[in-house]
């Protein structure tokens, strides 16, 4: 190779790092941190809470399959003793066959008990912790459902979705196998040292002394396992987080051909994975070879200081077998309560994770003594509102509105002048920094979510459409609508003539988000599931903006009749959908710059008229 080719190849190779290094640099999302933290024992208790519903049910079968199976295993050991020195061993004199066949068959039905009650402990054990998994993820999945609309805000959806998955997932071994197991292997300990010392007191101690040394390594590596594990839930957070994002914006990555970018960029994600989980892995494994050399260590010190037990007299050689034997079994629980430990610390890291979601408290949530609202005729106050999504960034400043009763609202003005910042503060899907909002008089704070938001529709410019049929889908405005109902609905907003020519009508199935419907009867449908809800407050937000002019129409006519009565707030760019609004308030960073109607505001030299002479420079 030629010095000016081996130049361009550094150079590349310079690049290349510097590209990979720009993508790890790209990689941050804020909600996924490591969590450093000591093992902490009270999560670890609330934890296993989970575990006492259970308890009174099960556990004393579990306990009494436990305990016969850990008898059983224990007195193996000690009829091979008796078998070497009473039956086989010729120093007694005549070896006894019979007690020979009596001692084997006595293992054999040990054994098949063992067998019996290993079935039967982990059929229960197993009833019990996936019971206690179905408990974790309801929880979960229902606190994250009372959750606000900020808290979404700031997370990705895949992270939110691993925690419910992957982060449940990991603990299934823990409850159905580790904590019964944990259970046996500390009898089994006790049991066995209690046995050796019996047995012989000295060469107990001798052996037991390469212990220290063990948990002494051991305990070295304790911490670094527990992040090394919190590390690759948060990696394997951030790959469903951006799988997530790529499969919803696929269309767009195609669209601009940037699947390579994608795919580099998951490439990186994928490498920063595979290490966390190798390191992880690394620590995991050091426990074994630990537990061997401690082991190797223990077994020559037996059979050093057992050999000149026997030749002084004070050890028989069945003894030393059982010795042997009961030795093997104290070395093969410590082995598995290493392994027990590293599986308790992947699940603190995932319990850690999922008790952060579980403590996140609704930022919007009913006060203490709210009261049911009732049916409410629609008057809506807004009094010197002012809200921030993040603190010194007002999105509304000292906003005042009076809507009566049946009025419809129609909120225009630039991209971020807090259109749909009012209609969410209205549902109370944020609070309020300052000011207050009143609907009919009261207090929107003093009433329960619930019974306010069931009186408030809301049609959004990005409508979702649930998997399954057309009418599950409108019927979910209002669960308890009669088949009739749910129709009269569609053709309210003449829904009613496309879903009739679909394969099987209202019973069409859909694919999740609607990908087999037009943007336009998607919109359609999201119209017929909030008119079926009937509500007092109706708000529309963009939502003709993906609707076709004719389609739009027909919407038109079959608004007139169906807003009359009910107070509406329309947020919209085309003139069309707001010019016949009984009051268009214009607003422009947060502020109310002009109120009135269409023919008012047009006579005006303002703000309204400049965005209406834009949208028809932009039409023409």
Same mark, same amino acid.
């Given at each position: 190779m030629t010095t000016e080719a081996?130049?361009?190849?550094?150079?590349?190779?310079?690049?290349?790092? *510097?590209?990979?290094?720009? #993508?790890?640099?790209?990689?941050?999302?804020?909600?996924?941190?490591?969590?450093?933290?000591?093992?902490?024992?009270?999560?670890? $208790?609330?934890?296993?809470?989970?575990?006492?519903?259970?308890?009174?049910?099960?556990?004393?079968? @579990?306990?009494?399959?436990?305990?016969?199976?850990?008898?059983?295993?224990?007195?193996?050991?000690?009829?091979?003793?008796?078998?070497? +020195?009473?039956?086989?061993?010729?120093?007694?004199?005549?070896?006894?066959?019979?007690?020979?066949?009596?001692? $084997?068959?006595?293992?054999?039905?040990?054994?098949?008990?063992?067998?019996? *009650?290993?079935?039967?402990?982990?059929?229960?054990?197993?009833?019990?912790?996936?019971?206690?998994?179905?408990?974790?993820?309801? +929880?979960?999945?229902?606190?994250?459902?009372?959750? &606000?609309?900020?808290f979404f805000d700031k997370r990705p959806a895949g992270s939110v979705l691993v925690r419910v998955t992957n982060d449940i997932n990991s603990l299934q071994d823990l409850f159905t196998n580790g904590v019964v197991n944990l259970m046996i292997d500390c009898v089994q300990l006790v049991g066995i040292m209690v046995i050796l010392l019996l047995i012989n007191w000295k060469l107990a101690l001798a052996v037991m002394l390469t212990v220290p040394i063990m948990f002494l390594i051991s305990t070295k590596l304790r911490q670094r396992i527990r992040i090394a594990w919190q590390d690759v839930r948060m990696k394997n957070s951030r790959i469903n987080s951006h799988l997530n994002e790529s499969?919803?914006?696929?269309?767009?990555?195609?669209?601009?051909?940037?699947?390579?970018?994608?795919?580099?960029?998951?490439?990186v994600m994928n490498m920063e994975s595979r290490k966390s989980w190798n390191k992880a892995s690394a620590m995991n494994q050091a426990f074994g070879p630990i537990i061997e050399i401690t082991g190797g260590l223990g077994t020559m010190v037996l059979f050093w200081y057992g050999a000149q037990l026997i030749q002084s007299g004070d050890l028989t050689v069945g003894y030393l077998v059982a010795f042997s034997t009961y030795v093997s079994n104290f070395w093969d629980p410590i082995n598995r309560l290493g392994q027990m430990y590293n599986q308790l610390l992947v699940a603190m890291a995932s319990s850690e994770r999922i008790f952060e979601y579980l403590d996140e408290q609704p930022s919007v949530q009913d006060k203490l003594g709210a009261k049911p609202l009732p049916m409410i005729k629609g008057d809506i106050n807004l009094n010197q509102v002012i809200f921030e999504y993040e603190?010194?960034?007002? *999105?509304?400043?000292?906003?005042?509105?009076? @809507?009566?009763?049946?009025?419809?609202?129609?909120?225009?003005?630039?991209?971020?002048?807090?259109?749909? $910042?009012?209609?969410?503060?209205?549902?109370?899907?944020?609070?309020?920094? &300052?000011g207050r909002i009143t609907i009919d008089g009261q207090d929107i704070r003093d009433v329960t979510l619930d019974s306010l938001r069931t009186q408030i529709g809301i049609v959004l410019q990005d409508t979702f459409i649930f998997s399954g049929t057309i009418r599950e889908n409108i019927r979910f405005g209002r669960l308890d609508a009669t088949d009739e109902e749910v129709e009269n609905a569609a053709k309210a907003v003449d829904a009613h003539d496309f879903i009739m020519k679909l394969p099987g009508g209202y019973e069409t199935?859909?694919?999740?988000?609607?990908?087999?419907?037009?943007?336009?009867?998607?919109?359609?449908? &999201?119209?017929?599931? *909030?008119? #079926?809800?009937?509500?007092?407050?109706?708000?529309?937000?963009?939502?003709?903006?993906?609707?076709?002019?004719?389609?739009?129409?027909?919407?038109?006519?079959? #608004?007139?009749?169906?807003?009359?009565?009910? $107070?509406?707030?329309?947020?919209?760019?085309?003139?069309?959908?707001?010019?016949?609004?009984?009051?268009? @308030?214009? #607003? +422009?960073?947060?502020?109310?710059?002009?109120?009135?109607?269409?023919?008012?505001?047009?006579?005006?030299?303002?703000?309204?008229?400049?965005?209406?002479?834009?949208?028809?420079?932009?039409?023409?």
């Open positions: 081996k130049k361009q190849a550094a150079a590349d190779m310079e690049q290349t790092a *510097a590209e990979q290094q720009t #993508l790890e640099e790209r990689f941050v999302y804020k909600d996924d941190d490591v969590i450093d933290k000591a093992f902490d024992w009270k999560q670890f $208790t609330r934890l296993f809470g989970y575990m006492k519903p259970y308890a009174r049910q099960m556990l004393p079968l @579990v306990s009494i399959m436990m305990i016969l199976g850990t008898i059983t295993k224990l007195t193996v050991p000690f009829l091979t003793s008796m078998a070497i +020195d009473k039956a086989i061993n010729p120093k007694v004199g005549n070896p006894s066959l019979t007690l020979l066949y009596t001692l $084997t068959a006595s293992v054999v039905i040990l054994y098949i008990i063992q067998w019996i *009650a290993g079935v039967y402990r982990i059929k229960y054990t197993n009833i019990i912790g996936q019971r206690v998994i179905y408990d974790l993820r309801s +929880d979960l999945f229902r606190h994250i459902q009372k959750l &606000s609309f900020n499969i919803q914006g696929i269309r767009v990555t195609q669209a601009y051909t940037q699947e390579q970018e994608n795919m580099n960029y998951f490439d603190k010194g960034r007002a *999105a509304l400043k000292g906003i005042d509105l009076d @809507v009566k009763v049946g009025q419809s609202i129609a909120l225009v003005g630039h991209t971020g002048s807090g259109k749909s $910042t009012i209609i969410n503060l209205i549902g109370r899907f944020y609070d309020i920094t &300052s199935e859909v694919e999740e988000r609607g990908s087999a419907l037009s943007m336009g009867q998607r919109q359609l449908l &999201s119209f017929s599931r *909030a008119l #079926l809800a009937d509500p007092r407050i109706l708000i529309l937000d963009e939502a003709t903006a993906s609707i076709d002019t004719e389609t739009e129409l027909k919407i038109q006519e079959a #608004l007139k009749t169906l807003l009359k009565g009910r $107070t509406s707030f329309i947020v919209a760019h085309r003139l069309s959908t707001i010019r016949h609004a009984d009051k268009i @308030v214009v #607003l +422009d960073h947060g502020e109310i710059k002009e109120e009135g109607t269409h023919q008012e505001l047009t006579s005006r030299d303002g703000v309204y008229n400049g965005l209406i002479e834009a949208q028809f420079r932009f039409l023409n």
